[in-house]
Nanobody, 118 residues
Framework: QVQLVESGGGLVQPGGSLRLSCAAS????????MSWVRQATGKGLEWVSD???????YSADSGKGRFTISRDNAKNTLYLQMNSLKPEDTALYYC????????????WGQGTQVTVSS
């Protein structure tokens, strides 16, 4: 069965960095687009970034220049490097498997909490 397990979240001061990881299993990871999506407390889901099967990346304006999505297909792992973190980046971060078309996300991990606070 498809499993996505995020890790790497935590408490960080403004301006700090974190690298999130998402370990994937139960499907051929290299063939799928993958996504990072976040949800702040009391708010809706917010798309963060996508990466295609061949490594093309797409990012929301909120993270451009600060967040970098990447993947290691040999390790079946998705990453999100987050730099220059701001308090407004505080959220539960999910990784998700994304279908190419229609562009829906059909499997989600349980999320990893990122808190940016001094």
């Amino acid at each position: 069965q498809v499993q996505l397990v995020e890790s790497g979240g935590g408490l960080v001061q403004p301006g700090g960095s974190l690298r999130l990881s998402c370990a994937a299993s139960g499907f051929t990871f290299s063939l799928y687009y993958m996504s990072w999506v976040r949800q702040a407390t009391g708010k809706g889901l917010e798309w963060v970034s996508d990466i295609s099967s061949n490594g093309s990346t797409y990012s929301a304006d909120s993270g451009k220049g600060r967040f970098t999505i990447s993947r290691d297909n040999a390790k079946n792992t998705l990453y999100l490097q987050m730099n220059s973190l701001k308090p407004e980046d505080t959220a539960l971060y999910y990784c998700a498997r994304r279908l190419y078309f229609p562009p829906t996300r059909d499997y989600w991990g349980q999320g990893t909490q990122v808190t940016v606070s001094s």
